[in-house]
């Protein structure tokens, strides 16, 4: 497989770098992980509208890019740089990656192109924290009720599940696991918002209670669902590099321009190996990211699968390190609540167990290969 990113691609990273150094600074981060929905309407609006960024993945006949896996990673990744507080894992990649393997037909093609407009905010709610369904036997469920179905069941941990306008929930049914759409506005559904480590990234608890729903799958949907996860740990991972590359630059600048005994702190040995273990972390979460990425576009089957669970463990533990050390090199003004440092570190954490953590993904890992 030949990783190798098309003049069209780098284009794609600087258009959307100018874009979110102006709308995700430090300070518009800090103010949307203060608010209740944790996003700016109108950031997210520009983005559809000038970016077509919401969209992205979204098939050109539902009026969205046509593109795919590699383009989301160069978003994600640029995402993570800055920490952008805003919907796009939930909408563009968990919700759109959903849709887009259900059965087609004039309302999936609808919803499709809603997200594409910019006009819906959308999730994905498996009753797992670890995204495998699997492995909470009574978690969702559905069970038909007329014409129609009704959910029950607790999902934890959605992404921006409390603000979601539509919800795809994957329950369990007779034959196998169904996918599901929810409105957010349905009855007997409710939504919490959940206090969590990372404020830039908002996460809900969802609780069904005879929820009426429409299937949108036919048959049994557990492998659509595991490639849906596997794309969404990969795109998260492409988020943890970018989020890792920023801390490394960080850390870097400031060990040039920090004097102690009237040298900068980047000339000592110590600060030195600190930075080149960084930038290691960094150059091999990038590779296994964007191995992940390109696996998942040339629709690899199997081994797209085994690339998503390696950049997802190894990313994760990849960030925290990387974000861990950017604090140390920064001494103690790297502890306090002013600097970045500590947003990074606490995202890093955060998504470190987001769709599994590092062990959970090696297992999977080791499952697939059979050892």
């Known amino acids: ?70 383009e989301l990673a160069i978003v994600m990744g640029e995402m993570g740089r800055v920490l952008f507080c805003g919907p796009y894992l939930s909408t563009a990649v968990l919700a759109v990656g959903a849709l887009g393997a259900a059965s087609p037909g004039a309302e999936t093609t609808a919803a499709l192109r809603d997200i594409a407009a910019g006009q819906v905010i959308a999730t994905l709610a498996v009753s797992d924290a670890s995204a495998r369904p699997e492995a909470d036997p009574a ?40 996918l599901f ?14 206090p969590t480590l990372d404020l830039t990234r908002k996460l809900a608890r969802l609780s069904f209670s005879g929820t009426p729903a429409t299937r949108i799958s036919a048959g049994d949907a557990s492998a659509t669902l595991e490639r849906v996860l596997a794309l969404a740990a990969a795109a998260l991972a492409a988020e943890q590099t970018g989020g890792a590359e920023r801390c ?67 990313c994760s533990e990849a960030y925290f390190r990387v974000a861990a050390e950017t604090i140390q090199i920064h001494g103690g003004m790297g502890f306090t609540w002013e600097h970045p440092a500590h947003l990074y570190f606490k995202r890093a954490k955060a998504s470190a167990v987001l769709f599994g953590d590092a062990i959970d993904h090696r297992r999977r890992l080791a499952e697939r290969i059979g050892i």
């Open 181 to 194: 759409r929810v409105e957010g506005a349905a009855s007997r559904f409710e939504r919490k918002l959940l």
């Open 139 to 178: 978690g969702l469920r559905a069970a038909r009720d007329g014409d129609g179905w009704r959910i029950d069941g607790i999902a934890r941990f959605v992404p921006d599940g409390h603000v979601a306008d539509r919800v795809v929930a994957a329950a369990r049914v007779d034959d196998g696991t169904a």
């Open 1 to 70: 497989m030949d990783i190798a990113f098309t003049e069209e691609h780098e284009e794609l990273r600087q258009a959307v770098r100018r874009f979110l150094e102006k709308e995700s600074t430090e300070a518009a981060v800090r103010a949307a992980m203060e608010t209740e929905s944790g996003y700016d309407t109108r950031v997210w609006q520009r983005m559809a509208s000038e970016m077509a960024l919401p969209g992205l993945a979204v098939p050109e006949a539902a009026g969205g890019a046509g593109l795919g896996p590699i």
């Open 248 to 314: 490394l630059e960080m850390a870097t600048e400031y060990a040039r321009t920090r004097l102690q005994f009237g040298r900068p702190i980047g000339s000592f040995q110590a600060i030195k190996h600190r930075c080149a273990d960084m930038l290691v972390d960094v150059e091999f979460a990038r590779s296994a990211a964007y191995n992940a990425a390109f696996a998942a576009a040339a629709d690899s089957g199997g081994a797209f699968l085994e690339a998503a669970a390696m950049a997802k463990s190894y």
